[in-house]
């Protein structure tokens, strides 16, 4: 991880086009957002003066006559797998496989004390960062705890948060006052929550079963930077693709949302881990080798589905 500040609206042009190899056919112009490129002379040519560094122009081209300097190609490199770099035309990968990967994947809350490899962490990222994101700005970081120590370390922190919230949420006075003046939330920590937090931290004080992360030994923290212009939507979808990643890697994986809360709510956990003020963590990834297995795919609740009203309704 860096801790230098990206800079999310540098729409510098690095597009480099070999003219010699270039054959004009043109397919780089329509895919390009900004409008970077078009045809000069039948040839290929830069015309824009922004680029959302994309790299649109260079997958469409059929002779690799095009080169996007702002991409970086370490990230198209992973150290457990060999990634075959073909594009998939629309509607030609396995429905049926991609959905029985989604519904295999569940939260995992049984893991085995065995280590995750470095480099099974540093591929998960490099999986994360394919997803999308808005005016491709690319904002998210992510933090790897690769241990149980690093780990243990983080819990530690976020349980004294809770000790201390436990201590106000028992404070009935304190609570029903809150609640009078338009801030509920404590009361509701209290109904909802209290009881749970309190058996996970005494069972953290005995030393018996790990109630917050589950017994995971490795942790990856999602951020993304504030001057995004959606942050929180960048993260959660890069963390989408890790969480699939994952489980087709052989690991476990649960989203804390315990932990995210406290980095909310006290900024102090979220400077120990080295994450700069400019970033804020939306997703907490704990990770391991799972000591699970199921049977099928789990069923889900109804969903809500509706449909707009037409433009010609009234």
């Known amino acids: 991880m860096t801790d230098g500040k990206k800079n999310l609206q540098d729409r510098s042009v690095t597009t480099e086009i070999d003219a010699d190899a270039c054959i004009g056919c043109g397919l780089c112009v329509p895919v390009c957002p900004k409008e970077t ?36 190609a370490a990230l198209s490199h992973f150290q457990t797998f060999a990634a075959d770099t073909r594009w998939i035309a629309h509607g030609r990968f396995d429905t049926a496989a991609l959905v029985n990967l989604m519904g295999s994947r569940r939260s995992c809350r049984n893991f085995s004390g065995r280590p995750v490899g470095r480099s099974l962490l540093e591929d998960l990222v490099h999986v994360g960062v394919t997803a999308p994101s808005g005016t491709n700005c690319q904002p998210w970081t992510f933090t790897i705890l690769p241990d149980r120590d690093a780990v243990d370390r983080l819990g530690r922190r976020v349980g004294d948060f809770f000790r201390q919230t436990n201590r106000m949420a028992e404070n009935r006075w304190l609570r029903t006052g809150l609640k009078l003046v338009g801030r509920p939330e404590l009361d509701a920590y209290y109904r909802l929550h209290y009881p749970t937090v309190k058996m996970g931290l005494a069972a953290w004080d005995r030393g018996e079963r790990d109630l917050l992360f589950h017994g995971a030994t490795a942790v990856i923290v999602v951020s993304a930077d504030d001057d995004a212009s959606c942050p929180s939507e960048d993260a959660m979808l890069a963390t989408g693709n890790m969480l699939l990643a994952a489980h087709a890697m052989g690991l476990g994986s649960c989203l804390i949302g315990f932990v995210i809360e406290a980095m909310r709510r006290q900024r102090s956990i979220v400077r120990m881990l080295g994450i700069p003020d400019h970033e804020t963590p939306y997703a907490v990834i704990a990770l391991g080798w799972p000591d699970e297995t199921y049977q099928r795919v789990a069923g889900r609740k109804a969903a809500l589905i509706r449909y707009a009203p037409s433009g010609n309704a009234s």
Do not use: F
């Not at 000069?40 to 649109?56: F, M, P, Q, R, Y």
């Open 37 to 72: 490129l078009g045809l000069n002379d039948g040839k290929a040519a830069v015309i824009g003066t922004e680029s959302l560094g994309c790299d649109h122009c260079a997958a469409a081209c059929p002779v690799d006559a095009i080169r996007v300097t702002a991409v970086d």
